[in-house]
Structures are given as structure tokens and as C-alpha cells.
């Protein structure tokens, strides 16, 4: 709610360039600001960059050493490293024949290895190899790789006292975010908040990555689920639910989604359909939505994917978002 513009989103912005906390600052510094600060709410990585600045301070470490110190070797997370770490893992090179791993057959190292993989996005309906982000470029809000499995490892150290202590600081980082209006924003510090009792979710993409992670934290359901994929831009959200509907049917998107990509929506059901008609109508999209309440109070939106071209995909998949999250 702070109104800060995005460092990433500014022109000339280059992930995988190794910027100083100055430059960093500089790319904002003379940036208007997005909104006036407690008006509404946004993701900036600007926001997390500050935090990570404010920890050093605090704590007399370098953001990563203090993370390492209280996160990765707390939880023992034997597949999780800053970028800048990657040089120091054994990892076989497989950029030449015969493109595939062979060094598992001598060396124990190599049969469970921690690798990082290629990321790859998407231009002009072809894949091409994304740089690999610097370690600097995104402090505070990235620049972290991790296996699946650890970042579900990671999940279990979030939800009791392993990693955050107190219970009122839980209830801080795991509630709405209040505005000036006094309305609440049904997110905050990236986690969403849609209305199913305990959902809490949370999504991130990079240039070559995305991952998606839906905790559901009520005591009778307890499920974790974590999504990861080596392309930006990748929509997970409908496949986690899926996935979670197959371990309990009532975690899954209901039966009237049926046929459809759907996803919960944070907001009521007048909001959803606001919210989409007014993105569509700005990109001059066009897609048939369906936007409904359940029973349980959950609010849902789905579209039928064979009905969208792949030229509009991704402006549908925008703007699905935007109807139904805060970001």
C-alpha cells in the first residue's frame, strides 16, 4: 500500500544486470508514485527491495546471510540457493552432446542433484533460453532457487513457530491489508486471501520461471500445494486447485466450473464482473465469462479455453487475474 513505483518496471530495467542498492534507488528515485501511499494496494518489488535493506540494518547481516541463517539452514532445505551461491554447486554441463546426464554413473554427488534449470520464455510463439537473473537485481523479491519439495518443506517451517515466532505477527503477515478508505484489501505482502475458510496463495513470475503456491491452512484440510515451471508467465492457479480437488474433492474448483478454466476471485461477485468487464473493454478483448457464488460463500469465474484464440490467451489470463486478486 506503500504507492512505490516498481524498480523492475521501469525502462531500462535489466534483470539480469548486477545493480548496487543505489542503482536500484535510482531507477524510482525521480518516479512518480504509482498511487497515493494507503489508497489502494499493489505488488512492487520496490516495496520487498526496502524491506531487505531494513533487515541488514536490523540485524547487521546482508540480507541473504540473515535468510540463509534463519530460513535455509533452520529448515535444513538441502535444494534451496541464492543465485549468487549457484557457481559454488556441482552441476553437470548439458549444453553439448549428448545432451544428458551421465556424471550420476561416478560421482555420488550427481544422483541427487541440486541443478538449476534452464528458464525459457515465450516470444512470438517460440521459446527462447532467459538469462539467468543476477543475484543483486532482486534482493528482497527473488533471486532464490528452490526444489518444489523445499519450497513445500518451507511452507510447513511458515505455518507453526518455526520461522515466525509470535502468533501476532502471523496474524499480521496472514491478514488483509488495511487502506486509508478503511477498506481491506483481501491480500498482503503478495499472499491472496480468497474467500475459501484458510486459502491463502500466492504467485511469482521471473524472466525464464514461474511458481505458484496455494496453502490451505484450516486445521481439517492442511494441504500444501506448490507448482513450479522453467517459462515465465505460466497461469498455474487453475491446475493447483485441480490438483487440491484431487486430494479433497470440497478443494477443488466446485462443479459448476465443469468444462472450464476457472479461478476463485477475492472479491464479491458485482466486483469480479466489474473488475473483468472494465480490463476487457480497456484492451478491446472480448471472452464469454462466467461469474458465480457458491453455497460456502466462495466466488467464482471461469471461460472456456477452446473459445479463446492463442494471439488473446494471454490478455484473457491478465485479465482473469485482474477480477479476481489484488495482484
Known sequence: ????????????????RDYTAAEILGL???????????????ASATDFFLL?????????????????KHQIERLSLRNTVFASGLAAVKQEALDAAPFKHSLFLQDRPYIDPTEAATGYSMKADSLIKARRNSASAWTGSGAIYASAQDIS?????????????????????????????????????????????????IEGNVPGFSCYLARFTDPSELLCVT??????????????????????????PPAAAKGMVSRESTYSVAE???RIASF????????????????DGTVWIGYDRSAVTASARQAVE??????????
Request: proline residues 5%; hydrophobic residues 40%; contains cysteine.
Open 153 to 201: 518443506l518451507w511452507d510447513i517451517g511458515l505455518a507453526g513457530g518455526l520461522l515466525v515466532k509470535e502468533k501476532k505477527n502471523r496474524d499480521l503477515i496472514y491478514g488483509g491489508q488495511a487502506l486509508s478508505t478503511g477498506a481491506i484489501v483481501p491480500a498482503n505482502a503478495g499472499w491472496r486471501f480468497p474467500k475459501h475458510k484458510g486459502l491463502m496463495d
Open 28 to 42: 524510482v528515485r525521480h518516479t512518480p508514485a504509482a498511487f497515493q501511499p494507503g489508497a489502494r494496494a499493489a
Open 1 to 16: 500500500a506503500s504507492g512505490l513505483p516498481d524498480y523492475t518496471k521501469q525502462a531500462g530495467f535489466d534483470p539480469a
Open 318 to 327: 491478465d485479465a482473469i487475474r485482474h477480477a479476481t486478486v489484488p495482484y
Open 280 to 295: 476487457l473493454k480497456d484492451k478491446q478483448v472480448t471472452i464469454r465469462t462466467s461469474v458465480w457464488e457458491e453455497p
Open 227 to 252: 507448482l513450479c515451471g522453467n517459462r515465465d508467465g505460466i497461469d498455474f492457479v487453475d491446475l493447483g486447485r485441480r490438483i487440491a480437488g484431487a486430494f479433497d474433492r470440497k478443494l477443488g
Open 52 to 68: 531487505a535493506l531494513a533487515i541488514e540494518r536490523a540485524s547487521g547481516m546482508s540480507y541473504q546471510a540473515f535468510v540463509t
Open 272 to 274: 469480479t464482473r466489474a
